[in-house]
């Protein structure tokens, strides 16, 4: 049983377009992440979400929308693609307030902006 | 200057050598050090985990921290072609949620 997953695991898409990268965590968690990988793989953090409240918010383009549904899941959506936006995506969750919590990831998104 | 410093490699050594992973940082906040595991098309994995200075070791892998030098280390013994994968150091004051992770460094363990 997948602890987080997300889909779709390749995305393909050509500028301008709108998608939408979804996850889901059967951790209990409370908190989830959206983070990003780029080809020099630097692994930044986007989103911070906790118990469906945004906790973190880095310097990420407003295209960039993550909406929590309920505390399991996270999902990001991306308006207006850029080629700068090609990379992987990658969803995690912690159970956060607990000294030394650690991130469980995601198979991640490799998301491919032609 | 980066908050932590990564070696990216690549990092090439034959079988059974030991090899060592190193991470240098610039918060003295830092007290959790993690080490991860990612292996080509996947999600980082958990591979050690270690509270402020020591050492930690699990099986053939031994975690270091030393936090006076702002340094921490991970030693892998008698290296399998399965340990091929990059390795990222992560660390964080408090938390995961300001985990700040290493480039990572890329190895290969040669048959």
């Known amino acids: 049983d997948t602890a987080v997953s997300q889909t779709p695991k390749y995305l393909v898409t050509q500028m301008g377009n709108d998608k939408s990268i979804k996850c889901e965590q059967n951790?209990?968690?409370?908190?989830m992440y959206w983070y990003k990988q780029d080809s020099k793989k630097f692994l930044k953090i986007m989103f911070s979400y906790n118990n469906k409240e945004l906790i973190i918010n880095e310097t990420v383009p407003n295209r960039f929308s993550p909406k929590s549904p309920d505390k399991a899941h996270l999902n990001l959506h991306i308006n207006s693609l850029e080629l700068g936006d090609s990379a992987v995506y990658f969803c995690?969750?912690?159970?956060?307030?607990?000294?030394?919590?650690?991130?469980?990831f995601g198979e991640g998104s490799w998301l491919t902006v032609v | 200057q980066k908050e932590v410093e990564q070696d990216p490699g690549p990092l090439s050594v034959p079988e059974g050598a030991i090899v060592s992973l190193n991470c240098t940082y610039s918060n003295s906040a830092f007290q959790y050090f993690m080490w991860y595991r990612q292996y080509s098309r996947k999600g980082p994995e958990l591979l050690m985990y270690?509270?402020?200075?020591g050492n930690k070791e699990d099986g053939r892998f031994t975690a270091q921290v030393d936090k006076s030098s702002k340094y921490i280390s991970l030693f892998i013994r008698d290296s399998q072609p399965s340990d091929s994968a990059t390795y990222l150091c992560a660390m964080s004051p408090r938390g995961a949620q300001k985990l700040v992770f290493g480039q990572g460094t890329r190895l290969t363990i040669n048959p």
């Open positions: 995690a969750s912690s159970q956060e307030y607990l000294a030394g919590n650690t991130i469980y």
């Open positions: 270690t509270y402020s200075s």
């Open positions: 951790l209990g968690h409370d908190t």
